[in-house]
């Protein structure tokens, strides 16, 4: 285990509009407001065409190959996540939402593009005093969070 410790600075209440698309909101969000680290949760719709990645088709190979899973119609969704910024200094935002519709849901991450169905309430809750960054990581390919 790896950690470190921070404090909670400010937090905003955020609504995303129709359309919009999370990952891309929220980190752009993060760069007008120079925020380097926040943990956020979030809930409302997402619409149909919206993309999850829903796990690696075998669970140790390598490299990982992601599966995707595309949202057949709007969904009720809840979720959470962290921005850490990158080696360069962009924030990006991994978040984890389950999306449901009627008896089924699906969980998956966010990166490949879910778009808002008329709503989303975001509340952010910014990071403050830590150097926690997300580092390219050779083996996943992942941006792994190092505290």
Partial sequence: MLFSEAK???????R???GEIVHE???KFAVDRNITAAAVII????DKGSKLIVGPQQSRALPVMPMQHELYEAHEVTGTGTIFSDEEGNPVLHLHMACGREESTVTGCI??????????EVIL?????????R????ETGFKLLVP
Avoid: C, H, Y
């Fill in 125 to 133: 809750f910014e990071i403050t005093a830590t150097t926690a960054m």
């Fill in 8 to 14: 909670q600075g400010r937090t905003f209440i955020v």
């Fill in 43 to 46: 809930l409302g719709g997402a």
């Fill in 111 to 120: 990166r490949n593009g879910v778009k808002v169905w008329r709503v989303m």
């Fill in 25 to 27: 909101t929220l980190e």
């Fill in 135 to 138: 580092k390219s990581d050779p």
């Fill in 16 to 18: 995303l509009e129709d």
